[in-house]
């Protein structure tokens, strides 16, 4: 095979993940979600887009070397004038599919209403709705079950996001319900599915 033909079998095979990661406690399962995703998708890129409060459940030095981690405080660091590349755009070019996992009831009213006031919003914004994204939502019992929490889920789904659905289990917090993230193993199969 010549080298050309090489390198345009394996960008075809290549599949560029981007994961968001919001301030949920399920945030704790980002380093999860990433090994399994490794090891269920063959030629699998990782990139993550951590909202500041997320970096409170996870150690992001911890990650393995090749995934970048994206934060609010890059965007403006990589954009000081107008020829310099906007992060939010350049993630949306380079992924196959955004999964975001947890999404937390803060990010869904956000996106649900338009709101774009850092990195994984604005990505979320400036997202190619030809190409899949996944959200997965974990919050607490009660905060699931409040009636603005369907209507923003309902909102997600129709603008053709699709739902990796909360499960029902005993919460971090103590409480017994639903509004826990899915299992990891079928956020993957979700990702796999979507990108296939
Ligand atoms: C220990 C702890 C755990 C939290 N877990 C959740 C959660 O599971 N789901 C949720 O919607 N919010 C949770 N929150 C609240 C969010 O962290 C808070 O709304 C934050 O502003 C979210 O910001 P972000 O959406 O920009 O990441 C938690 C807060 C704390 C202190």
Known sequence: MMADDREQKESSTRKRVLLGCTGSVASIKV?????ELFLRISSVEIEIVATEYSQKFFDVTSLPEKVKVHTDAEEWQ????MEDPVLHVELRRWADVLVIAPLDANTLAKISHGICDNLL????RAWDLKKPLLFCPAMNTNMWEHPLTSRQV????????????????KLACGDIGYGAMAEVSTIVTAVKEAIS
């Open 78 to 81: 990589t954009w000081q004038k």
């Open 121 to 124: 919003t604005c990505t979320v």
């Open 31 to 35: 380093p999860r979600i990433i090994e």
């Open 154 to 169: 309902t909102t997600l789904k129709e603008f053709g996001y699709l739902e990796v659905p909360c499960i029902e289990k």
